[in-house]
């Protein structure tokens, strides 16, 4: 059975979409023109986004977020997307093209293991592919069309429709010489790519045989690979396990500057989470003030990988789950939650008419501009989250109601320590303080309690569990992964 015979109409979330899909492909049947088609997608969306989209964060809150925004809003993209691929897009190309061509999609918007819909930053991943009987020459106008394409959906639906001209369109050689390439780098880069989206793609426009001769070569291979494709030893991605042991850089687009730059203080970096420990050291409430925290490239991306496996035909346990009230899968669940309600916070706080921002990631700076002061129902759902069963330990929920409890009283942790031993510290991890007295010898110091300090406690709990859960769950369980 070919990928497109049970991944070409994935379902819609609600009865609304499905009913207007109903109604659409009917209307087309009987003959509805191109015009009518965009003037029908432009008016349903400019109705629905409006109502998805709160720029008010006081009605984003977690327990409404899946059902109120994440669902219909993956509903809303997939419905104009692949409608307008189909037909306003496809009927514009020469029919030599259309005919030899596969379109398909990718990532959250499309894949069918992606079930708690999608935040505001997701963009779409559209590929085109081309038989190798299509000359070069049509290949280059294709790509810019899509370039055109992408601009169209832009420009009215303010959806990004990710365009890179090193694999958006290719013919099908190029795909294969990928897969076959003598450099290991660039065959295992293809390789994770097409088997990771081998049985979650959407695909928009079939073509079986261009399709059958592109996923033939990696249809064998384990699905081993998912763990690597998603968060093991991916080469074209900064994946969870590449950052985790520093052999690549976040980069990530800066709130001050709005330029890329690499990503400071990480938490989950093992060379970060050492220099913390000196701090633990010192005393255990003692934390850098500035940090970051992946929420894209560690939770999101291990969720993800799970949820591609057991929609591959795995079931928990297969994945190192006891079954569905396993903790740790309870956990890894709440997380993704909290991370889909971050970014969808960071999308209505900073994003503006002239200011994108980058949301897949949550700072200090950040965190403490959510936490203090209060706005909306952050505080209550974010503490309602993690003091929640199965997110924090029990030890953990201790320290974080300690934590926060000094912040309220302005507590301060008292340190003895020489002008020389604190001015370091503070230089290195950015740490307000202040003299106690500035007499001889070791010199007491007061540093405050901060919702910025808190975070860094709150996500690097979050990190730890969240390695142990691949260490000692999804990565002894992936060596059993069959091909299926």
Same mark, same amino acid.
Not at 6 to 19: D, I, Q
Not at 88 to 105: C, K, Q, R, Y
Not at 357 to 379: H, L, Q
């Given at each position: 059975?070919?990928?497109?015979?049970?991944?070409?109409?994935?379902?819609?979330?609600?009865?609304?979409?499905?009913?207007?899909?109903?109604?659409?492909?009917?209307?087309?049947?009987?003959?509805?023109?191109?015009?009518?088609?965009?003037?029908?997608?432009?008016?349903?969306?400019?109705?629905?986004?409006?109502?998805?989209?709160?720029?008010?964060?006081?009605?984003?809150?977690?327990?409404?977020?899946? /059902?109120?925004?994440?669902?219909?809003?993956?509903?809303?993209?997939?419905?104009?997307?692949?409608?307008?691929?189909?037909?306003?897009?496809?009927?514009?190309?020469?029919?030599?093209?259309?005919?030899?061509?596969?379109?398909?999609?990718?990532?959250?918007?499309?894949?069918?293991?992606?079930?708690?819909?999608?935040?505001?930053?997701?963009?779409?991943?559209?590929?085109?592919?081309?038989?190798?009987?299509?000359?070069?020459?049509?290949?280059?106008?294709?790509?810019?069309?899509?370039?055109?394409?992408?601009?169209?959906?832009?420009?009215?639906?303010?959806?990004?429709?990710?365009?890179?001209?090193?694999?958006?369109?290719?013919?099908?050689?190029?795909?294969?010489?990928?897969?076959?390439?003598?450099?290991?780098?660039?065959?295992?880069?293809?390789?994770?790519?097409?088997?990771?989206?081998?049985?979650?793609?959407?695909?928009?426009?079939?073509?079986?045989?261009?399709?059958?001769?592109?996923?033939?070569?990696?249809?064998?291979?384990?699905?081993?690979?998912?763990?690597?494709?998603?968060?093991?030893?991916?080469?074209?991605?900064?994946?969870?396990?590449?950052?985790?042991? @520093?052999?690549?850089?976040?980069?990530?687009?800066? @709130?001050?500057?709005?330029?890329?730059?690499?990503?400071?203080?990480?938490?989950?970096?093992?060379?970060?989470?050492?220099?913390?420990?000196?701090?633990?050291?010192?005393?255990?409430?003692?934390?850098?003030?500035?940090?970051?925290?992946?929420?894209?490239?560690?939770?999101?991306?291990?969720?993800?990988?799970?949820?591609?496996?057991?929609?591959?035909?795995?079931?928990?346990? /297969?994945?190192?789950?006891?079954?569905?009230?396993?903790?740790?899968?309870?956990?890894?669940?709440?997380?993704?939650?909290?991370?889909?309600?971050?970014?969808?916070?960071?999308?209505?706080?900073?994003?503006?008419?002239?200011?994108?921002?980058?949301?897949?990631?949550?700072?200090?700076?950040?965190?403490?501009?959510?936490?203090?002061?209060?706005?909306?129902?952050?505080?209550? /759902?974010?503490?309602?989250?993690?003091?929640?069963?199965?997110?924090?330990?029990?030890?953990?929920?201790?320290?974080?109601?300690?934590?926060?409890?000094?912040?309220?009283?302005?507590?301060?942790?008292?340190?003895?320590?020489? /002008?020389?031993?604190?001015?370091?510290?503070?230089?290195?991890?950015?740490?307000?303080?202040?003299?106690?007295?500035?007499?001889?010898?070791?010199?007491?110091?007061?540093?405050?309690?901060?919702?910025?300090?808190?975070?860094?406690?709150?996500?690097?709990?979050?990190?730890?569990?969240?390695?142990?859960?691949?260490?000692?769950?999804?990565?002894?369980?992936?060596?059993?992964?069959?091909?299926?």
């Amino acid at each position: 059975m070919l990928v497109s015979d049970v991944n070409s109409g994935a379902e819609y979330h609600g009865k609304f979409y499905r009913t207007c899909q109903t109604k659409l492909d009917h209307a087309i049947a009987r003959g509805m023109t191109c015009d009518t088609i965009r003037s029908f997608l432009v008016e349903l969306y400019r109705d629905e986004a409006k109502r998805i989209n709160t720029g008010d964060i006081g009605r984003i809150t977690i327990s409404t977020l899946e /059902d109120n925004i994440l669902k219909p809003r993956q509903d809303l993209y997939r419905f104009i997307l692949s409608n307008w691929i189909r037909h306003l897009f496809i009927p514009t190309l020469s029919e030599d093209v259309a005919a030899n061509l596969l379109v398909f999609g990718i990532g959250r918007i499309f894949s069918a293991y992606s079930y708690i819909g999608v935040q505001y930053c997701t963009d779409a991943d559209l590929n085109f592919v081309l038989s190798d009987s299509v000359p070069k020459k049509k290949a280059t106008e294709l790509s810019r069309q899509v370039k055109e394409l992408q601009q169209r959906i832009w420009d009215l639906f303010t959806i990004i429709v990710e365009v890179d001209s090193s694999f958006t369109v290719l013919r099908v050689q190029d795909v294969l010489s990928r897969l076959g390439h003598t450099e290991c780098k660039t065959r295992l880069a293809a390789t994770l790519f097409y088997k990771g989206n081998e049985k979650s793609l959407q695909v928009l426009h079939p073509n079986d045989d261009i399709l059958g001769s592109i996923m033939a070569p990696i249809q064998k291979k384990s699905d081993t690979l998912l763990f690597e494709n998603f968060i093991g030893e991916n080469p074209n991605k900064p994946t969870y396990q590449r950052l985790r042991k @520093d052999k690549v850089k976040l980069r990530i687009i800066s @709130d001050d500057t709005q330029e890329e730059e690499l990503a400071r203080n990480l938490i989950g970096s093992e060379k970060f989470g050492l220099e913390c420990r000196l701090l633990a050291g010192i005393h255990p409430d003692l934390h850098p003030a500035h940090w970051c925290f992946s929420m894209k490239y560690t939770v999101n991306r291990v969720f993800d990988y799970v949820s591609s496996m057991r929609n591959a035909g795995y079931s928990l346990k /297969d994945l190192g789950f006891t079954g569905p009230d396993d903790s740790d899968y309870t956990f890894l669940s709440q997380s993704h939650r909290l991370m889909l309600f971050l970014q969808e916070l960071i999308h209505v706080k900073l994003d503006t008419y002239n200011r994108l921002s980058d949301y897949s990631y949550i700072s200090a700076e950040r965190f403490a501009d959510f936490m203090d002061p209060p706005k909306g129902t952050f505080r209550a /759902d974010f503490e309602k989250m993690i003091l929640s069963p199965h997110f924090l330990f029990a030890s953990q929920k201790a320290r974080y109601l300690g934590h926060k409890a000094a912040i309220h009283d302005k507590s301060e942790i008292v340190l003895s320590l020489t /002008d020389e031993q604190m001015e370091r510290i503070a230089k290195k991890y950015h740490i307000t303080y202040r003299h106690l007295d500035r007499g001889s010898g070791r010199t007491p110091f007061a540093v405050p309690y901060t919702w910025s300090t808190l975070g860094f406690f709150v996500f690097s709990a979050v990190e730890n569990r969240l390695a142990t859960i691949v260490d000692e769950k999804l990565s002894p369980a992936n060596s059993n992964a069959r091909s299926v």
